[in-house]
């Protein structure tokens, strides 16, 4: 009974503070984006490397959960007569929960796990520290411009997610369930509601921020060489994904509260 108490008081310590650190992490990163100086050619590099090169997989991610959810929903509303509705679950469920949450999920993948690695790599190697001799602000050198392009990037992959998400529904409903065509995009259009839109990219743009604030925080605090590094990029990942389902559920509750 000891044992037990003894190694739960030290999960919990331990694990307030890493929260702890993280929160200070965070709301320094924070206090730097308000701030002088800006390095916007950085913030260019890193709008591209999160939005463009992450616009492939989100794509393919996107456009075969919309395929699934069209043959899901007919094959299960089929048997109640009410296939008039897939359109209407393919929307909502496209553009509140698949594109936001597997968006996040491909670029925590992708790109936290890159951030912890190129991060660490220079922490281990004593770059961090040079450019600190050298007068300049780690934070708004390299985790600044990271954390605003995963911000402003996120929504922008989220938002072409919905569009090719809905349009693979479409073109399983058209062409393969036989719906009219019209029919279809007509009532996409008429059960489409700002809300949907507005929840999931509001989720999109806290997703980015977890998944840059974890990736930074792993790799700018990493140790030990290698190793360290690997298991940085493996905690950046992890910690990223559980915190995107954990937030997912609360803004879920914030917006659709009935």
Excluded at 60 to 67: A, D
Excluded at 189 to 213: H, N, Q, R
Aim: charge should be neutral.
């Amino acid at each position: 009974m000891l044992t037990f108490i003894d190694m739960l008081g030290r999960f919990l310590l331990n694990f307030w503070a890493v929260a702890g650190r993280v929160g200070i992490f965070c709301a320094t990163t924070l206090m730097h984006c308000c701030r002088p100086p800006f390095y916007g050619r950085e913030l260019a590099r890193q709008l591209i490397d999160i939005g463009f090169y992450s616009l492939p997989v989100v794509a393919l991610t996107t456009l075969f959960s919309g395929m699934v959810i069209a043959l899901q929903t007919y094959t299960g509303f089929s048997s109640i007569s009410a296939e008039g509705a897939v359109a209407l679950v393919v929307l909502v469920s496209v553009t509140r929960e698949l594109a936001p949450v597997l968006a996040g999920l491909m670029v925590a993948g992708r790109i936290g796990a890159a951030m912890a690695a190129e991060l660490g790599t220079m922490r281990v190697t004593e770059q961090i520290d040079a450019l600190t001799t050298l007068s300049t602000n780690p934070y708004k050198y390299l985790i600044v411009p990271r954390v605003v392009a995963g911000i402003l990037m996120l929504p922008v992959l989220v938002l072409i997610g919905d569009v090719i998400g809905i349009c693979g529904g479409y073109l399983i409903g058209v062409y393969k369930l036989d719906f009219n065509a019209a029919t279809y995009l007509r009532n996409t259009w008429d059960y489409l509601k700002p809300m949907d839109i507005t929840s999931g990219l509001t989720k999109a743009a806290v997703f980015g921020a977890i998944i840059t604030l974890l990736g930074c925080y792993n790799g700018f605090h990493s140790k030990g060489g290698a190793q360290g590094v690997g298991q940085a990029t493996t905690n950046a990942v992890v910690s990223a994904s559980i915190l995107i389902l954990i937030f997912n559920y609360i803004l879920t509750e914030v917006f659709f509260n009935i």
